[in-house]
Structure formats: structure tokens, C-alpha cells
């Protein structure tokens, strides 16, 4: 339901969006534990980015660490919205002012060959449903001044999405243990982060299939084409100017190059 409080909320993270400048928490307008209003602040925004000639491209997965889903009190992920503008190409150079507080963590994406419609998908389907999979970094951004964020000020920030960068050596699931892959985090050549595939809810296609049936209980099933982002291998580190690279096991590497800010910006 999109009452006035979400429209007050949608409005401050818009603010911070347009500014580059983050805002207060949102929490304070919709309440800390009401997702459905969040998701609700969240879709708001998605529509806005889609009348001004956005196109969706697929969906993202976050809170899949259960050391992060205890630091917000919760028990299950959260997911946004991948917008054509937030797809970068491996090894490019991006300008740290196009954020406001960027961190980077190292996933698995999931490129889709078939819908995924049901409420009650389950991990099969997400495999047959898989094309194939690619290394990924996504770079989380607040728009909320600090990271000062719970669950319904993340979800309604788009789960907190920035933008990402995908591999592109393409590899199919078939006879593939991702629960096992192993992930290196670099900056600079030195290491930053490592984790593993079963850190992501045991295994990314757990994930995925939470995904799935959580968007088609909504009304918005994953499609054929879509990129899915499974959810981060290890911890989120905080962005800098340099070189990050992230080297899955099985699935080679990835690599966005950070520039300086070419202009003053704001940050929080």
C-alpha cells in the first residue's frame, strides 16, 4: 500500500540519490520491522528510475549471511533491482564520485534461460532454469549518511544496490559444487576478503531459489535474461581508488578499477 509515509520516504532517498549526499534514515518515517512498507518505498523508486528510461535487468540477493541477518534482527535475505545503468564491464575504470559510500564484496551471478514463475520454486528449478553462471563484484551504496541502516532502510534503498561488475568467461552449473568455491577479494594485488559459496544461505542456488519464489509471491517472477545476483562469498570492504579483483575457484576473476573522484563529492 503506498500511503503517505512511503511517499515521504521514497522522496528523502530520492533527495540523496539526486545529491550524492546521504540522508537520514528512513526508519524513523516507516517504521524499523515493516518490510511491506520498505518494499513498498523501494518499488517507488524503481518506477521512478524506469520513467526516466531505466530498463530493469535483473535482481539482486542480500542479508545471506547469517552474522549479517543477526546484526538486523533478521531471519531471511531481502532483494532489489538491477537497472541497465548499474551494469559495468569487467576491468573498467569507474569514478568513486559516482557514489556516495561504496563497499565491494564478491558474488556468484546467475544469468537466466527460463522463467522462473512459481511461489514454490526450489533449487531444481533454478538449476534447469540457469544458462550459465559468471564471477561478479557488486559495489553496495547507501544512500543512507553512514551505513546507519536497518532492515526496512536497506530494502527500501533498493537493498542498498550500487552497481556491478560481471566476468565474462561463462561456466554451467552442471556438475559444479558451488557451495565449494573458494573467493579472493584483492585490492591492489593484496588480499582484502575471502569466503566461500557456502556462505551464501549454504550454497548460492539456495539463494537464487529463495529469490524466486519470494518475487513470484509478489507478482514479479524472475525472467528469462535476468541477471541475479546470489549474495556475497565473504565481508564487504570499503572502496578506495585502485585495482579490486575477485578470483572464484571454477569460475576465474573479475576486476573493477576505481578511480579517484574527478570532482569533489559529498560523503557521508
Not at 17 to 32: F, N
Not at 225 to 249: C, I, N
Request: include cysteine; glycine fraction near 10%; charge should be negative.
Amino acid at each position: 500500500m503506498i500511503t503517505d509515509a512511503v511517499h515521504a520516504a521514497d522522496a528523502r532517498l530520492a533527495h540523496a540519490s539526486d545529491t550524492l549526499v546521504g540522508c537520514d534514515p528512513v526508519r524513523d518515517i516507516i517504521g524499523e520491522i515493516n518490510q511491506d512498507a520498505a518494499y513498498a518505498v523501494q518499488s517507488l523508486g524503481i518506477a521512478r528510475r524506469i520513467a526516466a528510461g531505466r530498463r530493469v535487468v535483473g535482481r539482486k540477493i542480500g542479508l545471506t549471511s547469517v552474522v549479517v541477518q543477526n546484526q538486523f534482527g533478521v531471519r531471511s535475505p531481502d532483494y532489489g533491482v538491477l537497472m541497465d545503468d548499474m551494469m559495468l564491464d569487467d576491468r573498467q575504470s569507474v569514478d568513486l564520485a559516482r557514489f556516495i559510500a561504496p563497499r565491494v564484496e564478491a558474488e556468484v551471478a546467475f544469468v537466466l534461460g527460463h522463467d522462473l514463475e512459481s511461489p514454490t520454486s526450489h533449487v531444481a528449478d533454478v538449476i534447469r532454469a540457469t544458462e550459465f553462471v559468471l564471477p561478479a563484484i557488486e559495489i553496495v551504496d547507501s544512500r543512507i549518511a553512514g551505513w546507519d541502516i536497518r532492515i526496512t532502510d536497506t530494502i527500501s534503498d533498493n537493498a542498498s544496490g550500487g552497481a556491478l561488475v560481471l566476468g565474462t568467461t561463462p561456466r554451467k552449473l552442471d556438475g559444479f559444487d558451488l557451495s565449494a568455491v573458494g573467493m579472493s577479494l584483492e585490492f591492489d594485488g593484496e588480499p582484502v576478503s575471502t569466503g566461500s559459496g557456502v556462505a551464501c544461505l549454504g550454497n548460492p542456488i539456495i539463494a537464487v531459489a529463495w529469490l524466486a519464489r519470494a518475487v513470484a509471491r509478489h507478482g514479479q517472477p524472475l525472467r528469462a535474461g535476468e541477471v541475479v545476483l546470489s549474495g556475497a562469498l565473504g565481508p564487504m570492504v570499503a572502496a578506495q581508488s585502485g585495482v579490486y579483483r575477485a578470483r572464484l575457484d571454477g569460475l576465474g576473476e573479475v576486476r573493477v578499477d576505481f578511480a579517484a573522484a574527478s570532482t569533489e563529492g559529498a560523503r557521508a
